[in-house]
């Protein structure tokens, strides 16, 4: 009863910016680590970056720099905040969280819908 809402997708030239939001709701004990991971038509599932409870994040190599992860724990609420896009960035974009839920605090990973971003001229 645990479910993770993606907002933010769309279509976006090369060197442009985009900003995805990831919000968690139901029956929620507590949120931990939190992120977002991509994936291209025939490709694996790769994890862009992550964010643990008090901010610690990381960064796929190949977006350092460009991409931003950032949370809001009041709205159990991820971000990516995605500049400078390029081409090969064009993934369908999950995000992730690890979360309690109530009433038995089981921890699970749950994962969003996906949002499909797409950096093209």
């Known amino acids: 009863q645990v479910q993770l809402v993606e907002s933010g997708g769309g279509l976006v030239q090369p060197g442009g910016s985009l900003r995805l939001s990831c919000a968690a709701s139901?029956?929620?004990?507590?949120?931990?680590?939190m992120g977002w991971f991509r994936q291209a038509p025939g490709n694996q599932r790769e994890l862009v970056a992550d964010i643990s409870s008090v901010g610690g994040t990381n960064y796929a190599d190949s977006v350092k720099g460009r991409f931003t992860i950032s949370r809001d724990n009041a709205k159990n609420t991820v971000y990516l905040q995605m500049n400078s896009l390029k081409p090969e960035d064009t993934a369908v974009y999950y995000c992730n969280a690890q979360v309690q839920a109530m009433p038995y605090r089981a921890l699970s990973n749950y994962w969003g819908q996906g949002t499909q971003v797409t950096v093209s001229s």
């Open positions: 139901g029956r929620i004990f507590s949120v931990g680590a």
